[in-house]
């Protein structure tokens, strides 16, 4: 109840290339509390990410490129996570949008997780997220690994927290 979700909100053109997108836009000025999140999630399966090597000595540099645009500018935030089950281990990011309503690329590059349990099959191996509003119990320091359930980087702006506001995204690859 805190945004609407739609394919192509907003009737804005995508960036070239690109045909759809996914728009979220905040419902009212929602204040997020210390342990919720709003936040536009993908769980990929573990077969699909256990060539990535995460939980070994051997696990690979990955980098995740999206196109975003907002009616907000500022620091947004999002995490990598294990599986949804174990939510232990976790890479909040962070992003710049530099001006409102204008499409941007944006790539993060991050270091495979020697640590931790990721799992290697049917189920839930990666999460990728992207952050709409994040409480403080929820967040972490942009760019690194940690042992916790971080779903955002500290300090993110939160586009629930403004009435109005959009947040769309396409073009997401890992």
Request: charged share 10%; with cysteine.
């Amino acid at each position: 109840s805190k945004f609407t979700v739609q394919q192509n909100a907003g009737s804005v053109t995508p960036p070239d290339g690109f045909t759809n997108y996914l728009g979220c836009t905040s419902s009212s000025a929602y204040t997020v509390g210390a342990s919720e999140v709003c936040m536009v999630r993908q769980f990929i399966e573990g077969f699909n990410v256990a060539d990535l090597g995460f939980g070994t000595a051997n696990a690979k540099t990955v980098t995740l490129s999206f196109w975003v645009r907002s009616s907000l500018t500022g620091t947004f935030g999002g995490a990598l996570q294990n599986d949804n089950a174990l939510s232990d281990r976790s890479y909040p990011f962070s992003y710049t949008i530099s001006s409102a309503n204008t499409w941007e690329q944006k790539t993060i590059t991050v270091a495979g997780d020697t640590t931790g349990t990721w799992r290697k099959t049917t189920a839930d191996g990666l999460t990728v997220g992207f952050s709409l509003g994040a409480g403080s119990t929820l967040s972490g320091t942009a760019g690194a690994w940690a042992g916790t359930n971080y779903l955002s980087a500290t300090g993110a702006t939160s586009v629930v927290g403004t009435s109005g506001a959009t947040f769309y995204i396409t073009g997401v690859q890992l």
